[in-house]
């Protein structure tokens, strides 16, 4: 998680280790393209359905596995489902 405000919940933004197949063509056909460095998911639309270890909040510097699906805006997934592993419980 690269960046994550609490009292606007509405969307994370994470840089990207991992993405599948699907991801990878979907973030490829964006028009500019995304910065995957500091990519931000939408959190509302689906709504997500957000788990963190320890029942903490997100926060910079927590891995993430975000399942998403394209959204209506340029290089923001909708987020359907959550998982962040808190910096707390990685060690």
Do not use: H, K, R, Y
Not at 9 to 29: C, I
């Amino acid at each position: 998680v690269t960046a994550f405000d609490p009292s606007n919940p509405g969307t994370v933004s994470v840089s990207l280790s991992e993405e599948n197949d699907g991801a990878q063509m979907w973030l490829a056909s964006q028009n500019p393209l995304c910065d995957t460095t500091n990519l931000t998911f939408d959190l509302t639309t689906a709504p997500a359905n957000v788990e963190v270890d320890n029942g903490g909040t997100i926060a910079p510097g927590d891995d993430i596995e975000i399942a998403s699906a394209a959204g209506s805006v340029n290089c923001v997934p909708v987020a359907i489902d959550v998982q962040a592993q808190t910096q707390d419980s990685q060690t």
